[in-house]
């Protein structure tokens, strides 16, 4: 069965900050990788995605990511935690063997302490 | 590009009563996507729709069920509203035949009383 899993549902970072938000995943198929973040009662926006190639991807917002077949794993990293990053985190794969449907993990809610 | 647009942001049912929500696509994209995402919850695959088919469901009854127009844009209808079926509905269109990248709506909020 396609499933994510995001161990943890808050995080809370100072500003200035390292952040690490993990995500596993299991999939029978080559996946594709996707983070998302969503702001309290709005869509979600895109802020990477993996598809091949260079295991590490840049994304938007200074966000980035890596990829870790052997881990199964696509963890988001940003060097420095801005206030305005404070949202909810969404890891997501798919695959074209299964219609390009995106199966998503619960969440990640990051808070950010000025 | 005004990408994918949702209609209506809100909306307040009662338990037995059917809804209609609407979505366009991102222009030039050919594959509509509905997600259901209740309070605290990731987004859970309804189904696709291509080539004003149903192409792929998600574990929901048939009390869901959609529509694409020739224009790209679609439907979700739900019937016979429960109270459980209050939740953001997200909207995510794509382009059939490449990586299945989606970009998303700002949803719906369904609430049921």
């Known amino acids: 069965a396609q499933s994510v899993t995001q161990p943890d549902i808050h995080i809370t970072v100072s500003e200035g900050a390292s952040l690490e938000l993990r995500c596993n995943y299991s999939?029978?198929?080559?996946?594709?990788l996707f983070w998302y973040v969503q702001s309290p009662g709005q869509g979600l926006q895109l802020l990477l995605k993996?598809?091949?190639?260079?295991?590490l991807v840049q994304g938007i917002k200074g966000f980035e990511a890596e990829f870790k077949r052997s881990q199964s794993s696509f963890n988001l990293r940003k060097p420095s935690v801005h206030w305005s990053d404070a949202a909810e985190y969404f890891c997501?794969?798919?695959?074209?063997?299964?219609?390009?449907?995106?199966?998503f993990g619960a969440g990640t809610i990051l808070r950010v302490k000025s | 590009d005004a990408g994918v647009t949702q209609s209506p942001t809100h909306l307040i049912k009662t338990r037995g009563q059917q809804v209609t929500l609407r979505c366009s696509p991102k222009?030039?994209?050919?594959?509509v996507s509905w997600y259901q995402q209740a309070l605290g919850q990731g987004p859970q695959f309804i189904f696709q729709?291509?080539?004003?088919?149903?192409?792929q469901r998600g574990n929901f009854p048939d009390r869901f069920s959609g529509h694409q127009f020739p224009n790209y844009s679609s439907e979700l209808n739900v019937n016979a509203l429960l109270l459980g079926d209050s939740a953001l509905y997200l909207c995510?269109?794509?382009?059939?035949?490449?990586?299945?990248?989606?970009?998303f709506g700002q949803g719906t909020r369904l609430t049921v009383v």
């Open positions: 729709y291509y080539e004003e088919e149903e192409r």
């Open positions: 222009s030039g994209h050919d594959t």
């Open positions: 997501a794969v798919g695959a074209r063997e299964y219609g390009n449907k995106l199966v």
């Open positions: 993996y598809f091949s190639g260079d295991t």
């Open positions: 999939y029978g198929a080559t996946p594709y």
């Open positions: 995510a269109s794509s382009l059939t035949g490449t990586a299945p990248e989606a970009f």
